[in-house]
């Protein structure tokens, strides 16, 4: 009776529409339109009924409708597609401010959200800006991202490799922050490279070369740029549902027709274990198949930086070496189980196997090593310095730290040594800041090595003493020993494809 009576006097037709009446949304849009403000109408009977509780004398504002939706999503924790939409746009263009969205995110961490609104905030997102057009390019274009880690050089290796394959790059890339590095920093060690080049530029460099990094631009997911910066500062960055959006709607934005994820998990990653990694990789690997985006996933293991260097120009030279056919162990496992995901989206390998022949014989045979050289050179970089990676500058200052004990080592902290290449001037406490390049690590030693007391575990290369010293701390303490020998971990844990 109560049931009959609330649907008869708010919405005769909840039975019909299941609470959300596009007709009377529509309806009230136009009016809303026409009135130049809000004038009423399209809520589902949860806001209705909050509506009604909590602002019965209440004016039509912005700030009104939004109070509703915060109390809407903590009663019962499903906002409708038109609903999110409209957050989206009234908090981009300042209609809402910072602290409702401030509760609505807090409400969000609390109450998470399901597919169809975490579906929803992505496309809001994503539409907030400019979306790429990459159909003018020949082939399925393929997009990678890794969720940030330490030591992660793997799109400077892997993006040659796939273009040398015959399979288009289009790629848009971050800076670092905190103890994550980023491929934009590590694209700017080449001398002249620029990753600001116009639309145009970047799609015949596509076409021409098969592949083009360049930094997200301005107007590329805007919403996401404003949400994030919010997140930062009000403790709600660490929501699955608000990362997988901020991450799918840059991605979906870049326009390309796949995407691969690499999910990090471990200490030195957003996500610490490998079922939180999951979680989040599966909701993007949704997001990204609900968008029409063939997407797949890689779980990998950050509990130890990945390859043998942390920071911008030594990176860049592993990198290089990886192309020469010289990369350590875990990095090219990687590279290799995101290749195989990228081959596979691109139609181009059948299975894991086929595709690792592909990459090793593209490496072997330097063709991998020259797309890279003619993909620096496309984007102004000196490309004799892909060739002689000497030529790249060197820090003044090289420390090094040796091993207390005989032993094996235990654990190497990625989260501290990460810390201590920012504290070397390699990495960025804040978005400001201003780094050093030649600023970094090579590790000599990693998880499962014998060492012997005296023996080197890491260099620092810096150009400031005190920094070198606070540094050299940081990383003598990321190592643990044991007396008993253990293994390498593996790097690779889990594909998701499905
Ligand atoms: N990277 C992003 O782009 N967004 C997040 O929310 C987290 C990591």
């Given at each position: 009776?109560?049931?009959?009576?609330?649907v008869?006097?708010?919405?005769?037709?909840?039975?019909?529409?299941?609470?959300?009446?596009?007709?009377?949304?529509?309806?009230?849009?136009?009016?809303n339109?026409?009135?130049?403000?809000?004038?009423?109408?399209?809520?589902?009977i949860?806001?209705?009924?909050?509506?009604?509780?909590?602002?019965?004398?209440?004016?039509?504002?912005?700030?009104?409708?939004?109070?509703?939706i915060?109390l809407?999503?903590?009663?019962?924790?499903?906002?409708?597609?038109?609903?999110?939409?409209?957050?989206?746009?009234?908090?981009?263009?300042?209609?809402?401010p910072d602290?409702?969205?401030?509760?609505?995110?807090?409400?969000i961490?609390?109450?998470?959200?399901?597919?169809d609104?975490?579906?929803?905030?992505?496309?809001?997102?994503?539409?907030?800006?400019?979306?790429?057009?990459?159909?003018?390019?020949?082939?399925?274009?393929?997009?990678?991202h890794?969720t940030?880690?330490?030591?992660?050089?793997?799109?400077?290796i892997?993006?040659?490799?796939?273009?040398?394959l015959g399979?288009?790059?289009?790629?848009m890339?971050g800076?670092?922050?905190?103890?994550t590095?980023?491929?934009?920093?590590?694209?700017?060690?080449?001398?002249?490279?620029?990753?600001?080049?116009?639309?145009?530029?970047?799609?015949?460099?596509?076409?021409?070369?098969?592949?083009?990094?360049?930094?997200?631009?301005?107007?590329?997911?805007?919403?996401?740029?404003?949400?994030?910066?919010?997140r930062d500062?009000?403790?709600?960055v660490?929501?699955?549902?608000?990362?997988?959006?901020?991450?799918?709607?840059?991605?979906?934005?870049?326009?390309?027709?796949a995407?691969?994820l690499?999910?990090?998990?471990?200490?030195?990653?957003f996500?610490?274990?490998v079922?939180?990694?999951?979680?989040?990789?599966?909701?993007m690997?949704?997001?990204?198949?609900?968008?029409g985006?063939?997407t797949?996933?890689?779980?990998?293991?950050?509990?130890?930086?990945?390859?043998?260097?942390?920071?911008?120009?030594?990176e860049?030279q592993?990198?290089?070496?990886?192309?020469?056919?010289?990369?350590p162990?875990?990095?090219?496992?990687?590279?290799?189980?995101?290749?195989?995901?990228?081959?596979?989206?691109?139609?181009?390998?059948?299975?894991?196997?086929?595709?690792?022949?592909?990459m090793?014989?593209?490496?072997?045979?330097?063709?991998a090593?020259?797309?890279?050289?003619?993909?620096?050179?496309?984007?102004?970089?000196?490309?004799?310095?892909?060739?002689?990676?000497?030529?790249?500058?060197?820090?003044?200052?090289?420390?090094?730290i040796?091993?207390?004990?005989?032993?094996?080592?235990e654990?190497?902290?990625?989260?501290?040594?990460?810390?201590?290449?920012m504290?070397?001037?390699?990495?960025?406490?804040?978005?400001?800041?201003?780094?050093d390049?030649?600023?970094?690590?090579r590790?000599?030693k990693k998880i499962?090595d014998?060492?012997?007391k005296?023996e080197?575990?890491?260099?620092?290369?810096?150009?400031?003493?005190?920094k070198?010293?606070?540094?050299k701390?940081?990383?003598?303490?990321?190592?643990?020993?044991s007396?008993?020998p253990?293994?390498?971990?593996?790097?690779?844990l889990?594909?998701?494809?499905?």
């Amino acid at each position: 009776v109560l049931v009959d009576a609330v649907v008869a006097a708010e919405d005769s037709r909840f039975f019909e529409h299941n609470g959300f009446d596009l007709p009377r949304i529509v309806k009230a849009a136009l009016s809303n339109l026409k009135a130049g403000g809000i004038t009423g109408g399209g809520s589902t009977i949860t806001q209705q009924l909050i509506k009604k509780t909590y602002f019965p004398d209440a004016q039509k504002t912005y700030s009104r409708k939004l109070s509703e939706i915060i109390l809407a999503i903590q009663a019962d924790k499903a906002l409708s597609k038109e609903e999110i939409q409209w957050m989206i746009n009234a908090f981009t263009t300042g209609e809402i401010p910072d602290y409702q969205m401030s509760a609505m995110l807090m409400a969000i961490c609390f109450q998470g959200m399901n597919h169809d609104e975490t579906l929803a905030l992505t496309f809001a997102m994503r539409d907030s800006g400019d979306v790429l057009d990459l159909s003018g390019i020949k082939g399925v274009k393929v997009d990678k991202h890794s969720t940030g880690g330490v030591g992660d050089k793997t799109s400077l290796i892997l993006t040659p490799i796939i273009a040398a394959l015959g399979v288009p790059v289009a790629k848009m890339s971050g800076r670092g922050l905190g103890h994550t590095g980023g491929t934009i920093d590590k694209l700017e060690c080449f001398e002249g490279f620029s990753t600001s080049i116009s639309e145009e530029a970047f799609l015949k460099q596509v076409s021409e070369v098969g592949v083009a990094i360049a930094g997200q631009t301005a107007n590329l997911a805007p919403a996401d740029k404003k949400l994030y910066a919010l997140r930062d500062v009000t403790a709600t960055v660490a929501e699955k549902s608000l990362i997988a959006s901020s991450i799918m709607s840059k991605k979906l934005a870049s326009g390309s027709d796949a995407i691969v994820l690499d999910v990090k998990t471990g200490n030195g990653a957003f996500m610490q274990t490998v079922e939180k990694a999951e979680e989040l990789a599966r909701i993007m690997v949704a997001i990204g198949n609900g968008a029409g985006k063939k997407t797949y996933a890689v779980i990998t293991d950050m509990s130890q930086p990945l390859g043998n260097t942390v920071g911008n120009i030594v990176e860049v030279q592993e990198a290089i070496e990886a192309l020469n056919g010289k990369g350590p162990k875990d990095l090219m496992d990687v590279v290799y189980a995101l290749g195989y995901l990228m081959l596979k989206a691109a139609g181009v390998a059948e299975d894991e196997k086929e595709a690792r022949t592909m990459m090793e014989k593209v490496i072997a045979s330097g063709k991998a090593l020259d797309k890279f050289a003619d993909f620096v050179e496309a984007q102004g970089g000196r490309k004799e310095q892909v060739y002689h990676p000497q030529l790249l500058a060197k820090a003044a200052i090289t420390e090094t730290i040796t091993a207390p004990e005989d032993g094996y080592v235990e654990a190497l902290n990625a989260m501290a040594i990460g810390t201590a290449c920012m504290s070397l001037g390699g990495g960025r406490a804040t978005k400001e800041s201003q780094i050093d390049l030649t600023a970094g690590i090579r590790l000599k030693k990693k998880i499962g090595d014998s060492v012997k007391k005296g023996e080197c575990l890491a260099e620092l290369y810096g150009n400031d003493a005190e920094k070198c010293n606070d540094a050299k701390e940081l990383v003598q303490n990321a190592f643990l020993f044991s007396k008993e020998p253990l293994d390498a971990p593996e790097t690779v844990l889990k594909y998701i494809t499905a």
